[in-house]
């Protein structure tokens, strides 16, 4: 319960951060001065250069802008310049514009609402596929007894400053009637005059300003026990269905749901209080910024959550290939989460995304080229991910780099050597270079090379040819295809015997157990036949020379004559019978080895 209780206490300093971050902003997104400068406008290169617009009318966004900011500083007059008044007698535009202006705000502040600088378009056409007409565009609404009224701008050819957007002449027509049906709003009801009319701070009463920023803790609150409930309620039926990781997943995401809930609870709230439109704006924007990082938040946990999932069950199923793979989309699922995010708020604080990208793929020549090793080895992370020469706890060699792989990322891979050292190498070098994969081969290559002393006998080394050879189709872990021994040289010191086998090893670890049991027994075959090996030296004998075991090749020469006799003698090649009486014939592990005893007791 204390944790949850910290991480309350967290989200509710997160809203007061954000808050207090974004109001330097909202002059910009919800009252920017009217004095700005307006985007340069394409015009036919015939037609003269348009004069600026003092009060920035040139685009939807901005005419919004500038209106608020004027209602704000209570300047009916000039918020009077962003209304068309071509409705009303030319005596009496000037008081009556006034007026007007006076009404929309009270209109607004009672039951109205204003579109997010996100919804308002920056483009001097406005939107296109609103379902309007291409000259007017939607920026408010207001709840009224019929039902919703929909408060439009009307794009005039202003006689001096040419295309302008002004509040249409119809919605200013209406505004007397709008005005002349409001209640007094909930506040004025609730909160004493002082409060209503007192000190103003950034265009509204200090006493709705404060009003709404305990609205906003109780909407935290109250959404706190609402989340709680429902999660509460649902992780009952998803315990019974083991539905583990769901329940792992919104046990995570608790934080960001109960933000969602409370921008909408706090929305709701403030609209139905009635408060005044300029404190709903400021407010409402650092609403909809809280509403998007929560959905950001809550997007990030899904892709832990979903991951995870994954993980497991590919661990399960033996699918090891694939984590690579997953680690690497997880990441760049949240890089790509993470810049949608970032263009969602910059949007919402009324800042052009668009032109933004724009001046990116005018750079993106010079981007391309300084970011060419990243990029580089941002396509080496894919072709690893997707050829998957190696993979996460794959024992390789890259280069002259052996060791354990234990990462894939984006950039690079990082690689355990034998040393117990990480060594860190960019995809874009490791996918240019020969990997060998130690993990994955089937069998291990059994490959010595017999020296034998120069006095041998060919009758000695037929006798080795046939033994060895037999030796190998009898051991149970040689692959007999193929499995051979062969007289392959006379070296200036030694005759050479090739073996060329497989061996049946699950690692490496076991590979060196056979291979050490085989040249124990190809020792004690030489041994039998009467010969030795060579040494890689000359040798200066003092004394007499014993020269080799005379009985033993005796006995090596009369089994050999008996073989030609019998129609044995197993040269050049075995018979197939011959190998299949002869496989696994071979006690191994060997006579009197612990491990021997050990399986025999069980």
């Known amino acids: 319960m204390s944790r949850r209780c910290t991480a309350g206490l967290d989200c509710l300093w997160l809203l007061a951060l954000l808050l207090a971050a974004v109001a330097p902003l909202l002059p910009r997104a919800a009252g920017a001065q009217a004095s700005a400068e307006p985007a340069a406008q394409s015009r036919p290169a015939e037609a003269p250069p348009l004069p600026p617009d003092p009060l920035n009318r040139r685009n939807p966004q901005e005419a919004v802008f500038g209106l608020l900011a004027a209602l704000a500083e209570q300047d009916y007059q000039r918020a009077a310049q962003y209304m068309d008044l071509s409705g009303l007698p030319k005596a009496r535009r000037e008081a009556q514009g006034a007026l007007r202006a006076r009404q929309l705000q009270a209109v607004l502040d009672h039951a109205g609402w204003i579109q997010s600088p996100r919804q308002l378009s920056e483009s001097p056409d406005g939107h296109l596929d609103d379902g309007l007409a291409p000259e007017l565009e939607r920026f408010a609404a207001i709840r009224a007894a019929e039902g919703r009224v929909d408060l439009l701008l009307e794009r005039s050819d202003h006689p001096e400053l040419g295309l302008i957007w002004l509040v249409a002449a119809d919605t200013v027509a209406a505004l007397p009637a ?28 200090l006493g709705q300003w404060l009003v709404l920023l305990v609205v906003a803790l109780l909407s935290y609150l109250l959404a706190w026990l609402l989340i709680g409930v429902a999660l509460r309620v649902a992780t009952r039926g998803l315990r019974r269905a083991r539905s583990r990781y769901v329940l792992r997943f919104l046990d995570s995401s608790l934080v960001p749901l109960r933000l969602f809930a409370a921008v909408w609870i706090f929305s709701l709230a403030a609209f139905f209080l009635g408060a005044s439109i300029i404190a709903r704006q400021y407010f409402g924007i650092a609403a909809e910024v809280v509403a998007w990082l929560a959905l950001a938040w809550l997007a990030w946990r899904l892709i832990d959550s979903a991951s995870e999932a994954s993980l497991e069950r590919l661990t399960a199923r033996g699918q090891l290939s694939a984590r690579s793979a997953l680690h690497f989309f997880r990441r760049s699922a949240k890089v790509v989460l993470g810049a949608i995010a970032v263009m969602t708020v910059l949007e919402t604080l009324g800042y052009d995304v668009s032109t933004a990208l724009a001046a990116l793929g005018i750079g993106g020549i010079a981007l391309a080229l300084g970011a060419q090793k990243t990029v580089e080895n941002l396509v080496g992370g894919l072709s690893l991910i997707a050829d998957r020469p190696m993979r996460v706890g794959d024992f390789c060699r890259v280069g002259d780099i052996v060791g354990t792989v234990e990462d894939i990322g984006m950039r690079s891979t990082r690689i355990r050597t034998l040393d117990r050292t990480i060594i860190t190498v960019p995809n874009g070098e490791l996918s240019a270079q020969k990997i060998e ?63 060329f086998a497989y061996l049946d090893a699950k690692d490496g670890d076991e590979f060196l157990e056979i291979q050490e049991d085989l040249f124990l027994r190809i020792m004690e075959t030489v041994e039998k036949s009467g010969t030795g090996f060579a040494l890689p030296a ?54 009197g080895s612990a491990q021997r005893g050990g399986d025999e007791n069980r």
Do not use: C, M
């Open 538 to 591: 000359q040798t200066v004998f003092v004394g007499s020379d014993p020269g080799i075991a005379q009985d033993k090749a005796r006995e090596a020469r009369e089994k050999l004559r008996e073989w030609v006799e019998q129609g044995e003698l197993q040269l050049p090649n075995f018979r197939p019978e011959r190998i299949e009486a002869l496989r696994n014939s071979i006690p191994y592990p060997p006579q």
């Open 437 to 499: 994969n130690f993990a994955q081969r089937d069998r291990f290559w059994f490959h010595p090379l017999l020296r034998l002393r120069y006095d041998t006998s060919p009758d000695q080394i037929r006798y080795l040819l046939v033994e060895i050879r037999a030796l190998l189709y009898a051991h149970p872990r040689v692959n007999p295809n193929p499995a051979r021994v062969r007289f392959v040289g006379l070296d200036a010191t030694s005759l050479d015997l090739e073996v």
């Open 178 to 205: 709008l005005a002349a049906g409001l209640d007094a709003g909930l506040l004025e009801r609730l909160l004493p005059e002082q409060l209503i009319g007192g000190p103003r701070l950034a265009g509204a009463p």
